[in-house]
């Protein structure tokens, strides 16, 4: 039987910033203040579809700290905190691994879906998101 472990407020913040960051980056990727506003809420549904140790690192503590002044720097901070925030679920939680990439892929999915379907620029970084995800070989 796999024993759950607690997750610190550290590792926690790690799993919302990468949850919170993949969802930023998609949004990003196709800039609009209508386009927002229903990425916006697009999220907070998919979000809200966690449950155990991912729904309680997602709703619980501060929100993550992202750079706002590009993509790139965006990406070097989100892409690393959703490989380390499977590292942290593979040794604490590790049947929670299939729920975390589920709750982000399928947030990023809703926010680039929200306004006009998904854009060339959004199907990008979703596949970076979902690379960031992806088993180590």
């Known amino acids: 039987m796999i024993m759950e472990q607690r997750l610190t407020a550290e590792e926690q913040l790690t799993l919302k910033t990468g949850a919170f960051g993949a969802v930023f980056l998609v949004s990003n990727a196709q800039p609009g203040m209508l386009a927002m506003v229903r990425e916006s809420f697009a999220a907070s549904g998919a979000l809200g579809d966690a449950s155990g140790v991912v729904k309680e690192a997602l709703t619980t503590g501060p929100l993550p700290t992202l750079p706002r002044d590009s993509a790139l720097e965006i990406e070097s901070v989100v892409l690393p905190a959703l490989s380390r925030a499977l590292e ?10 299939d729920a975390y990439r589920s709750v ?21 970084v979703i596949d970076r998101i979902r690379t960031a995800l992806a088993e180590p070989a």
Do not use: F, M, S, T
């Open 104 to 124: 982000v892929l399928g947030a990023a999915d809703r926010v680039a879906q929200a306004h006009r379907g998904v854009a060339p620029a959004e199907a990008a």
């Open 88 to 97: 942290i679920l593979r040794e604490k939680a590790p049947q929670e691994l």
